[in-house]
């Protein structure tokens, strides 16, 4: 399908290129696949570029197509999609809208009224739920309280109900339980769109957007549940955890094990740079363990020695884990650690198996 997607665009289109970035196991089977395609590659040995690449765009599977403009800014990663839909390209290049136009600026309230409410500037919630979700009824009276005890000290708060309800009586019943606004259950397009581009795999999920237009997180159900303070951001550091451990998914982390013993001293070197780091929305994640539970499933999952202090980056979005060769937990063997990781000198040391 790809194929005849590239011929007939590259007949219209000479702006356009592909490039096949491989996942192979080895060279034969590269030559072979790449032999089936009429665009170019990059070279099978360049496997660090290849886990760049996976890592930056985040690519968790394949295929995956990813669309960039001439600037070399990301359009879109769900390129594949896009072909899906418009196998002729006859709406290339895709550019999304952005999310205030995706949005736009009706809503409706519970007693059905239609109301026309900016969220530019503005921090707010997404909250994806239904009526026939029992979680999401179970949840949905914490989020109520949670609300209108904020609102009174930020009064430009505002939540945004996403329904996944199965037909306007159940969404009425159930927004008529909801203190803040909703997108028009007539409108299912917007709503399957906010789903897609959040990647809503369950209910109930809180999506927190800044002012600025930014995610502060996905995961704001476990922020209200665990009273975590407005604007409800994720600390910069934290101990490893069954509840927090799955932020390790998301985003490269920096990962020290260490004794109990030693614990505070490397919180208190970790937490300045964490800072920093947040403070730049530099995109990385910083976490301590000491042992039992899910550090011990960790340490399994990316065979590490059980020496401490050992510290590691774990990087999921690109299937790599880095290990420092710098046993002491200081503050510039960490930044110097983390120098590496940009600069992309750092061996793939993620077990094979």
């Given at each position: 399908?790809?194929?005849?997607?590239y011929?007939?665009?590259?007949?219209?289109?000479?702006?356009?290129?592909l490039?096949?970035?491989?996942?192979?196991k080895?060279?034969?089977?590269f030559?072979?696949y790449?032999?089936e395609?009429?665009?170019?590659?990059?070279?099978?040995d360049r496997?660090?570029?290849k886990?760049?690449?996976?890592?930056k765009?985040k690519v968790?599977?394949i295929?995956?197509?990813?669309?960039?403009?001439?600037?070399?800014?990301l359009?879109?990663?769900?390129g594949?999609?896009e072909v899906m839909?418009?196998p002729k390209?006859?709406?290339?290049?895709w550019?999304?809208?952005?999310?205030?136009q995706?949005l736009?600026?009706?809503?409706v309230t519970k007693?059905?009224a239609e109301?026309?409410?900016?969220?530019?500037?503005?921090?707010?919630?997404?909250?994806?739920?239904?009526h026939?979700?029992?979680?999401?009824r179970?949840?949905?009276?914490?989020l109520?309280?949670?609300?209108?005890?904020?609102?009174?000290k930020?009064?430009?708060f505002?939540i945004?109900f996403?329904?996944s309800?199965?037909?306007?009586g159940?969404?009425?019943?159930y927004?008529?339980e909801?203190?803040?606004v909703?997108?028009?259950?007539s409108?299912?397009?917007?709503a399957?769109?906010?789903g897609e581009?959040?990647e809503v795999?369950?209910i109930p999920?809180l999506?927190?957007?800044?002012?600025d237009?930014?995610?502060i997180?996905t995961?704001?159900?476990?922020a209200?549940?665990?009273?975590?303070?407005?604007p409800?951001r994720?600390p910069?550091l934290?101990?490893l955890s069954?509840?927090n451990?799955?932020?390790l998914n998301?985003?490269p982390?920096l990962l020290v094990?260490t004794?109990?013993?030693?614990?505070a001293?490397v919180?208190a070197?970790?937490?300045p740079i964490?800072d920093?780091?947040?403070?730049?929305k530099?995109?990385?994640?910083?976490?301590?363990?000491t042992?039992?539970g899910i550090?011990?499933?960790?340490?399994?999952?990316?065979?590490?020695?059980t020496?401490?202090?050992?510290t590691?980056i774990i990087?999921?979005p690109a299937q790599?884990i880095h290990?420092?060769e710098?046993?002491?937990?200081t503050?510039e063997?960490?930044r110097?650690f983390?120098?590496?990781?940009?600069?992309g000198?750092l061996?793939?040391?993620i077990?094979?198996?």
């Amino acid at each position: 399908m790809l194929v005849e997607f590239y011929k007939n665009l590259k007949a219209t289109r000479h702006d356009f290129e592909l490039v096949f970035v491989s996942s192979d196991k080895d060279q034969h089977a590269f030559d072979e696949y790449f032999g089936e395609m009429p665009w170019v590659a990059l070279p099978y040995d360049r496997r660090d570029l290849k886990e760049k690449l996976s890592g930056k765009f985040k690519v968790s599977g394949i295929p995956s197509l990813v669309v960039l403009d001439k600037d070399g800014s990301l359009i879109t990663s769900k390129g594949r999609a896009e072909v899906m839909k418009d196998p002729k390209g006859e709406s290339f290049p895709w550019i999304p809208q952005t999310l205030d136009q995706l949005l736009g600026t009706k809503f409706v309230t519970k007693s059905g009224a239609e109301v026309e409410k900016t969220l530019q500037g503005k921090v707010y919630g997404l909250y994806f739920s239904a009526h026939w979700c029992p979680p999401c009824r179970k949840f949905t009276p914490v989020l109520v309280a949670k609300f209108e005890q904020l609102k009174a000290k930020h009064p430009d708060f505002e939540i945004v109900f996403v329904s996944s309800d199965h037909d306007q009586g159940a969404f009425d019943e159930y927004l008529g339980e909801m203190p803040w606004v909703a997108i028009p259950f007539s409108d299912r397009k917007t709503a399957k769109q906010l789903g897609e581009r959040f990647e809503v795999e369950g209910i109930p999920t809180l999506v927190i957007m800044d002012s600025d237009g930014s995610i502060i997180t996905t995961e704001g159900v476990g922020a209200v549940l665990g009273d975590l303070e407005y604007p409800f951001r994720p600390p910069p550091l934290n101990k490893l955890s069954e509840e927090n451990f799955q932020g390790l998914n998301g985003s490269p982390s920096l990962l020290v094990f260490t004794s109990e013993a030693q614990e505070a001293q490397v919180a208190a070197t970790l937490q300045p740079i964490a800072d920093e780091y947040a403070a730049g929305k530099k995109g990385v994640g910083f976490y301590y363990a000491t042992q039992g539970g899910i550090v011990d499933a960790v340490r399994r999952f990316g065979n590490f020695t059980t020496d401490t202090p050992l510290t590691v980056i774990i990087n999921i979005p690109a299937q790599a884990i880095h290990i420092s060769e710098r046993k002491e937990v200081t503050a510039e063997n960490i930044r110097a650690f983390l120098a590496d990781f940009a600069g992309g000198s750092l061996a793939n040391q993620i077990p094979k198996r």
